[in-house]
């Protein structure tokens, strides 16, 4: 049974990925931290869930240092917008800064297994701004030297939201939805399911806390979207 830690868990895969812990067998107890309740804390009161509510992200760090226990297996899907952070900087000092420092608490803890919900197209070096923030964010972190570190890079990320979104990520809402009730094929390629990718997660998050996982070098598992897929919707409704 693992105990698991979670950021990020009031936003669209953050609280898919809370949803699938708290329903897991394998998951015994779940921690979040966050600004604000997440909304399966009030709908869905479970034993096993501990919620820490702090709008001062400041101190969330020293949040992650006081769980007792500490998590074997933290979780983020930690990450903003750059209208809603008021400006890229702004959104790079979440994105980045706040994940890389979370991340360095986890580890100084006790996590074995970190899991990041990255992007597709990440990369430190690109000439475009946020997959550039991506990819500072994941080399950050690999460095930290978990046990493992999983990082998932989801392509564009389907399913309802609280807030509104761009006109853009709305039509691309819409076609995402006609798609994949016509076919599944018609947008795996290129969309993808938060509830999906959350169970990915929490599949590969529980695998690597074992030691089931691919040969992966430094200790990083990375999984595009055809791994997602697999992990969070085709070996999982397989084991239904």
Known sequence: MANTGLIGSTGLVGGHILSTLLTHPAVARVDTISRRNPPAAGSNPNVKLTTV????????????????P????????????????????????????????????ARDSGSRVYVLISSAGTDPSSTFAYSRMKGDTEEDIKALGFEWT????????????????????????????VAG????SLKDSWAQ?????????????????EGNVPVAEDKVWILNCSDIIRLGRTEWEGKQ
């Open 150 to 177: 999983v990082i998932l890079r989801p392509a564009f990320i389907s399913g309802q939201r609280e807030e509104s979104r761009s006109g853009i990520e709305s039509t691309l809402h819409f076609f995402a939805g």
């Open 70 to 105: 500490p998590p074997s297996i933290f979780f983020s899907a930690l990450g903003t917008t750059k209208a809603a952070a008021g400006g890229f900087e702004n959104q790079y000092k979440i994105d980045h800064d706040l994940n890389v420092e979370l991340a360095r608490a």
């Open 181 to 184: 009730k016509v076919h599944r």
């Open 53 to 68: 509510v702090d709008s001062e992200t400041s101190q969330w760090a020293a949040q992650i240092s006081a769980l007792s």
């Open 193 to 209: 399911d938060a509830e999906v990718i959350a169970k990915a997660a929490v599949q590969a998050g529980l695998k690597a806390l």
